[in-house]
């Protein structure tokens, strides 16, 4: 059969355009990078409460049936440092003693939450370490007038303490709680002693 000139160049032009069409450049979906995750919102920091002012906490839950136990207003007053206390000498040089007036806000008694439920009082040093009142020989520190303990019944309220072995570079910084729903509580600490109930603390101390 014999090939006309036109037809060469038709089938010629149809190849080019099969080449073009099969030119193995990747799909832009296959070749396209997936969005990155976002990152997790930065939780909002806890802003330190002055000494003297209430925390509204929730009370420690019930041991057996779990349920919590009503709602404790925690008011730290008084701040001493001393190099003993009722008896007692510190591992690391001295004690830093809080202060504080603990009362029940609703209709049902409320206590406070303890180190053993990864709760309760902590010291958080300027340089950031945290201290508990488990940390050094604080636990025997018992001023008189300042001992408060169990739950605080209904329209009442107690003077309680809480005791921490400290360095001296350790003074001031931060005094946090943790409630019976897991929130966190501050209250920023003088360097020195202050508050209201400091000479009667001090002289406790003493005894």
Known sequence: MRITPAVTVLAAACL???ACGSSGAPDEKEGSTPP?????????E?????L???AHTAGAAHPVEGDGGGVLDITPTSVVYVPTGTGQTPVNGSYAVVAYKAKSATAVAAAET??????????IAPDGQAVSTMDGDATSVTPDGFLGSGAVALGSYQWRSQAFDLTKAQHGGQLVYTDGEGKTYRWTMPAKDSGPEAAKLKKALAG
């Open 114 to 123: 303890v180190p053993a439920e990864n709760a309760g009082w902590q010291w």
């Open 36 to 44: 990155a995750a976002s990152a997790p919102p930065t939780p909002p």
């Open 52 to 54: 003297g002012k209430t």
């Open 46 to 50: 806890v802003k330190a409460l002055a």
């Open 16 to 18: 080019s355009l099969t």
